[in-house]
C-alpha cells in the first residue's frame, strides 16, 4: 500500500472532526472548566501525585496526576482563551480519530475500513459530550492517544520479543494516571492479541511471560500507589450487583446502539448501529478475517472498558467504550462490503446503507453540540452551579451573572478572555474595609492576574495588616515575566502601583497580559492573634483593579 493511500483514511478522520466540530471554536467554557481552566503552582501539580485531583473538594476524589499536569500545561500555553481551548480540543480530537483510522488501516490492511473506521469515530454520538467539546474532557483524548498509541504499538511488536513489549507498560501508567479506566489497557491489548491468533494469524505467538509477569507488578503498584494517595478519602461502596448490571446495560445501549433515542434522527442512527452488526454477523461466513477481527475486537474493547463504570455511569465517561463501538460498526460495514456477490454494482447497496446510516450519526452528534452553546439552557443552568463555588475567581462568577440577561445585545462575549478586563487567581472574596474601602485577601503568597491583551495599564493599590501580623511584607511583582517592583510594607498604610503594560505583536494564544504578585511568605490570623478563629490564608489586601 503506498504511503499516499496510508494517508488517506487518518487524514479523512482529522478533516472530518474539524468539519463535523468546527462550531464550537465560538463556544465558550462549561460547568467544570471554570474550575479546572485555572494556573497551576509546582505545590498544585506536585500534591496530585500523592493525593485526589482537586484539593478544593468540589470534583469527586480521583486520583489523576497526569491529567493535572495536561490542564497545567493548558494553562501555561492557553489561559483563558476559550477559542484557543476549544481549538485545543478539535486538534487532540482529529489527532486521536486519525490514530484510530491508522490502527484499523493496520490491523485489516483495507483502506475501505480504515475510511469506514474515520467517519464512524468521528460522527459517533458519544463523541461530543466525552471528547470534542467539553473542554475538561481533554483528559479524555489525551488517555484516547495513549490507548491508541499502545493499541498501534502492539500491532507492530507483535511477534517480537519481551523487549519490544515494555514500552506498552508506560502507556499503561501514563493511561491510568490520566484516568482510572486506563487501567483496563493491558487487559485489552491481552485481548486484541489472543482475538488476532484466533480469528486471522494462527501462528502468531503468545505475549512474552516476561512482559506479563511485568504487567502484573506495574498494574499491582499502579493500585497501590492510588490506594495510598486517596487513604485519606472515603471509599466508594461495592455496588450491588442489580446496580452494576444497570450501568452496564446503560453504557452499552448508549454507546453500541444510541439509546435512549431523545434527539431528531436518533432512532435512525440507533436502528443503523444496532442493525448492521447483526446483519453482518448473520452474514459472518462470508466476511473476510479482517472484518471479523475489527468487529470482535470493538465489542470486546467496548465490554472491557464498560467494567469499571459499575460503580457509576455517565454518558460523558464513555469515550473509549464509544471507540470501540466505532470499530465494531466499521468492522460490520466492511464486512457487509465484503459479502456482497457479484456484479460489482451490489456493492451500491453497502453504500448506500453506510452513507444514510453514518449520516444520521453525524446529525444526531451535531445536535448534541448544540447542548453547549454559550448562551443555551444547559450551559446557563450549569453556570448558577458555578456562581456558588468560592474556588472560582469573583470576575469569572459575576461574568457568568450577566450571561443570564435576556436581551441577547447586552449578552458578554463567550470568552472570557475577551469579555472580562481582569481575572485575579489566588484572592479570596470581596469585603469592605472599616472604612468603606472594597478589597480582597490574597489566598496565599502568590496571586495571578490576568489582563485583556488590549489595556496599556492597571492600576491597584495594596496594604499589608502590619499591626496584626507583627512582621513587614516583601512584595514583588511581574507584568508578563518582567520586574516592575520590589517593595517592603513595613506599615498599614495603603500604596497605589501604576503597571504599564507593554503592548507586543505577539501574545502567545493566552491572549491576556499575566501580572503576578509575590510574597515571602503569608499569614494564618489563628496562628498569630489570640482569641482569633481566622483560618484562612492570607497575604496582602488588594484594591479593586482598574484597567485602561
Same mark, same amino acid.
Given at each position: ?8 483514511? !487518518? ?27 485555572? !494556573?497551576?503552582?509546582?505545590? /498544585? *501539580? ?11 473538594? $468540589? ?8 491529567? *493535572?499536569?495536561?490542564?497545567?500545561? %493548558? ?32 490491523? +485489516? ?68 494516571? $490520566? ?9 485489552? *491489548? ?9 480469528? &486471522? ?6 505475549p512474552p511471560l516476561a512482559f506479563l509477569v511485568a504487567t502484573a507488578a506495574v498494574g499491582g503498584a499502579l493500585l497501590l500507589l492510588r490506594s495510598a494517595a486517596l487513604s485519606g478519602v472515603p ?34 442512527a440507533s436502528w443503523f448501529a444496532t442493525a448492521v452488526p447483526l446483519l453482518a454477523a448473520i452474514l459472518w461466513r462470508r466476511l473476510s478475517p479482517s472484518s471479523r477481527y475489527a468487529m470482535v ?14 460503580? *457509576? ?5 464513555? =469515550? ?28 451500491? &447497496? ?26 443555551? !439552557?444547559?450551559?446557563? %443552568? +450549569?453556570?448558577?452551579? &458555578? ?9 469569572? %462568577? ?39 474601602? !472594597? ?9 495571578? &492576574? ?8 492597571? +492600576? ?13 511584607? =516583601?512584595?514583588? $511583582? ?19 502601583? /501604576? ?16 501580572l503576578r504578585i509575590r510574597l515571602d511568605r503569608a499569614w494564618v490570623p489563628a496562628q498569630i492573634i489570640a482569641g482569633s478563629s481566622d483560618g484562612r490564608t492570607l497575604g496582602l489586601q488588594l ?6
Open positions: 500500500m503506498t504511503a499516499a493511500r496510508s494517508a488517506a483514511a !487518518p487524514l479523512t478522520a482529522a478533516v472530518l472532526a474539524l468539519a463535523l466540530y468546527w462550531p464550537t471554536l465560538g463556544y465558550g467554557f462549561h460547568y467544570d472548566d471554570y474550575h479546572f481552566v485555572r !494556573p497551576y503552582t509546582t505545590a /498544585d *501539580i506536585a500534591a496530585a501525585f500523592h493525593g485526589p485531583w482537586d484539593t478544593a473538594g $468540589i470534583e469527586t476524589a480521583y486520583y489523576r496526576p497526569l491529567t *493535572i499536569c495536561l490542564y497545567a500545561l %493548558r494553562f501555561a500555553w492557553l489561559g483563558l482563551n476559550a477559542h484557543a481551548n476549544h481549538a485545543g480540543s478539535l486538534a487532540l480530537f482529529a489527532a486521536a480519530g486519525a490514530l484510530f483510522a491508522l490502527f484499523v488501516l493496520r490491523v +485489516t490492511r483495507s483502506l475501505l475500513a480504515a475510511l469506514l473506521a474515520a467517519a464512524a469515530f468521528g460522527v459517533h454520538p458519544g463523541m461530543p459530550y466525552s471528547a470534542t467539546v467539553w473542554v475538561t474532557n481533554q483528559m479524555h483524548l489525551a488517555e484516547l492517544l495513549a490507548v491508541l498509541g499502545a493499541a498501534v504499538w502492539w500491532f507492530h511488536v507483535r511477534a517480537r520479543g519481551a523487549a519490544w513489549w515494555m514500552p506498552l507498560l508506560l502507556l499503561q501508567a501514563a493511561a491510568f494516571l $490520566i484516568k482510572e479506566d486506563g487501567i483496563m489497557l493491558i487487559p485489552a *491489548i491481552l485481548v486484541l492479541h489472543a482475538l488476532r491468533r484466533w480469528l &486471522v494469524e494462527r501462528g502468531l505467538r503468545w471509599a466508594h461502596r461495592l455496588p450491588s450487583l442489580d446496580q452494576a448490571w444497570t450501568n452496564w446495560t446503560r453504557g452499552f445501549d448508549s454507546a453500541f446502539r444510541l439509546l435512549p433515542a431523545k434527539r431528531p434522527w436518533q432512532w435512525e475486537s470493538g465489542l470486546a474493547v467496548g465490554i472491557l472498558f464498560l467494567l469499571p463504570f459499575a460503580f *457509576i455511569i455517565k454518558p460523558e465517561q464513555l =469515550h473509549i467504550v464509544t471507540m470501540g463501538a466505532a470499530l465494531l460498526l466499521s468492522g460490520a460495514l466492511a464486512g457487509l462490503f465484503d459479502a456482497v456477490p457479484p456484479p460489482r454494482a451490489w456493492r451500491l &447497496v453497502p453504500a448506500g446503507i453506510a452513507v444514510a446510516g453514518l449520516a444520521a450519526m453525524a446529525t444526531v452528534a451535531r445536535d448534541i453540540t448544540r447542548d453547549f452553546e454559550p448562551f443555551g !439552557p444547559v450551559v446557563l %443552568r +450549569t453556570d448558577r452551579i &458555578v456562581e456558588e463555588w468560592a474556588a472560582v475567581p469573583a470576575e469569572l %462568577r459575576e461574568y457568568l451573572a450577566d450571561k443570564r440577561t435576556p436581551v441577547a445585545a447586552d449578552r458578554p462575549d463567550p470568552d472570557p478572555s475577551r469579555a472580562l478586563p481582569v481575572v485575579a487567581y489566588g484572592l479570596h472574596g470581596r469585603e469592605r474595609s472599616p472604612d468603606g474601602r !472594597p478589597l480582597r485577601w490574597m489566598a496565599g503568597p502568590v496571586a495571578d &492576574v490576568y489582563v485583556r491583551g488590549s489595556a496599556r495599564l492597571i +492600576t491597584f493599590s495594596a496594604r499589608h495588616e502590619r499591626g496584626a501580623f507583627r512582621e513587614p511584607a =516583601h512584595v514583588r $511583582i511581574e507584568a508578563d515575566g518582567r520586574s516592575i517592583a520590589d517593595a517592603v510594607l513595613d506599615n498599614g498604610d495603603w500604596h497605589e502601583f /501604576d503597571v504599564a503594560l507593554r503592548q507586543r505583536a505577539w501574545m502567545g494564544l493566552n491572549g491576556m497580559h499575566h484594591s479593586d483593579f482598574q484597567v485602561r
